[in-house]
């Protein structure tokens, strides 16, 4: 099993999540980057079913071959159809993780109306009617920048009123290291509390203005998690920060040189 499903640090809207799964089917959760949705998304799964979830991981280009499936030439030159993710959790009972749920193009996810409340669906492909057990369970996730920025319509609307919506919150320090010492079991207390320092330092680069400016662009675990793994192949702390916290700004100029100055490195 993967170790960050395994290990997955217990966090405070852990409980409320796990009552939803218990009640709902379809279960939101929105959040920053590498605030651990993915994973409790995947172990919730795993401890559930005993099975590893089904994952569909969404993007602008997602279509419904990606999610319900398409036909396939098989080895003896015959076509034959293959479920996708979607059919594919139905069938098998398996839970469903969508990653990026907004990311899916709005016509795309119009054909998953019938997963609220309907006993079965219709593969739009096919025309399968596949039934919906009692015990089934879709968590998405999404970004907090993707779902605000969203315009949503009607279909989309209409989609996430079913949804019960977990928002989480941004990864504190005391998390973090929790994160780590996890994930890093190798790792000194010495070197943690470094990352966390210096991750903390460059967590928040840019300023908001009262008129309403970018909000700071902000790190996540993955930023602090590249740099202990540099510090633990014998980087020094200073390209580590370069390469693991400063950089991860370069998409801004602005910030970026922000970040340069204040590690000393313009």
């Avoid at 993915?38 to 280009?61: D, F, H, I």
């Avoid at 920048?145 to 079913?162: F, T």
């Avoid at 973090?176 to 994930?183: Q, R, W």
């Amino acid at each position: 099993m993967d170790r960050s499903i395994s290990s997955c640090v217990a966090m405070a809207w852990h409980d409320d999540a796990n009552l939803v799964v218990r009640q709902h089917r379809l279960l939101m959760i929105v959040g920053a980057p590498g605030c651990g949705k993915s994973w409790y998304a995947k172990r919730q799964a795993q401890q559930a079913t005993g099975r590893p979830a089904v994952v569909l991981r969404g993007t602008p280009k997602t279509d419904l071959v990606h999610v319900w499936g398409g036909r396939v030439i098989g080895d003896n030159m015959q076509t034959g159809f293959a479920d996708g993710p979607l059919a594919r959790s139905l069938k098998s009972e398996d839970w469903l993780v969508v990653e990026e749920l907004n990311l899916i193009p709005l016509e795309t996810r119009g054909y998953l109306l019938d997963l609220r409340g309907e006993d079965s669906i219709t593969n739009p492909i096919t025309g399968e009617v596949i039934h919906i057990s009692p015990n089934w369970r879709l968590i998405a996730t999404a970004n907090s920048d993707s779902v605000a920025c969203h315009r949503h319509s009607g279909v989309a609307a209409a989609l996430i009123d079913d949804f019960i919506v977990i928002d989480v919150a941004d990864l504190s320090p005391s998390l973090l290291k929790e994160m780590l010492v996890d994930n890093f079991p190798t790792a000194s207390m010495k070197l943690i509390r470094e990352t966390i320092e210096a991750w903390s330092s460059f967590r928040e680069v840019g300023e908001t203005s009262d008129a309403g400016g970018d909000a700071p662009s902000k790190l996540n675990f993955r930023s602090a998690s590249h740099y202990l793994k540099l510090r633990l192949a014998g980087m020094t702390p200073t390209k580590a920060t370069r390469y693991a916290l400063v950089n991860k700004h370069i998409i801004d100029a602005d910030r970026h040189t922000a970040a340069l100055v204040k590690a000393g490195l313009s």
